[in-house]
């Protein structure tokens, strides 16, 4: 029973369930506790559906009467298990490795076309028109870039705002939780995954990033530097999906975006997802399992 | 006694204006700046080199070094990734301050803002 019990749950956690919740708008309200929510959601799944197949194999030969079929069925279920392990650790050796890589290759470029600001020492600034803000997190040397048609198309209170809101993805790093849920969409396979975590996990770091903010310069100026670099064109004519400005926006508009009730709830629910399965289901299992290898 | 990094900079601007391959003297020449040693210059054309920036060639006894792309290449390979739109399963190496948005987005953002603004200016 505890095997079906576990894939199920993993694999409901896997797709239905972050499909429902993606639907729902109230973690973006609490946009920390939102971000542990998905976590603990994408985690739980991973260890649900290796427990499955951990306990479906020792099952499979905990039977007095063992069988080849039982022993063959016994290894390709562990194997899968295994493999849900093996893919994980795998995705997330070549997203680190990858991003390392890109921003190495960022910084090196930043650092020979952009010219150093002696106020903040981090602080890299284009010569280019096109309206370009963003920051290359990393331990030790980030980097905040922004272009001179930033710097002209904003005020001084809207640039600070800007660069605070930069600041704080750097000193939060907020690469470690998007990192995370790279990993994680990675590690699922196609057919077993939704893109919701990863792309609500974008819309929360921002969030963040511009609590920091409005506390630094204001509601105001942060709203302002939003619409104008949102509305820039970009050269390249592509647009980006405009969830996260909106989102942004609504969060701006409330003067007081503290939402105690969401922030406990979500927290509870993190709580729940993580450790129920295990305590219901794989401690009396593994008790149980204990019990027939000692009594052998 | 200007930092490594400004040096570097320095130096591979010195690199993008020439129109042919440098030794280190030519380089340390174009610099202008008497405090500079040569090996000073030596050292940052090989950090430059372990960073992919820089190729050398071997002339004769010496070398000559080139930029390993030009000026207008490395502003678009930069511009390129800064403007990236895809999403999905890119790694997060960059986190922007807002990506582009269409009219219409654009229109309904404006009028969040005027909301904002009236609040805050009560």
Redesign the interface.
Known sequence: MTPVLLGLIGLALALPVPALLARIAWPLLVPRAGIVLWQSFALAAVLAISGAALSTALWLVTDDRLTWWRIALHLVILGIGVLVWARFWWAAWT?WR??QA??R??R??????GE?DGMAPALRI?Q?Q?P??????GMGSPRI?VSQGTISALSATEYAA?LE??RA?VRRR??LV??AF?VL??AFPRFLRT?AP??QS?IM?ELLADDAARKAV???PV?????T????????G?????G???AR??R??D?DPRNALASTTAYAISAIVLVAPTVLLAVPWMLHALDTLTQR | MPRLGELERSVMNVLWDASEPLTVREVLDSLDDRALAYTTVMTVLDRLGAKEMVVRERDGRAFRYAPALARDAATSELLHAALDQAGGDRTAALVHFARSVDPAEAQALRAALDEIESRTSE
């Open positions: 997203v990858e991003t890109r921003r290759r960022q090196h470029l930043v650092d020979l076309l150093a284009l280019e096109t370009i803000a963003y920051c290359v997190p870039v800007v809101h930069e993805h907020h690469d998007l990192e790279t969409h990675r893109d990863l792309v974008k770091v204001g509601d105001a709203a302002r530097a939003l619409v670099l949102a509305g820039a064109p970009t050269p390249a592509a647009l980006g999906s405009g996260a400005a909106r926006m609504a701006l508009q003067p």
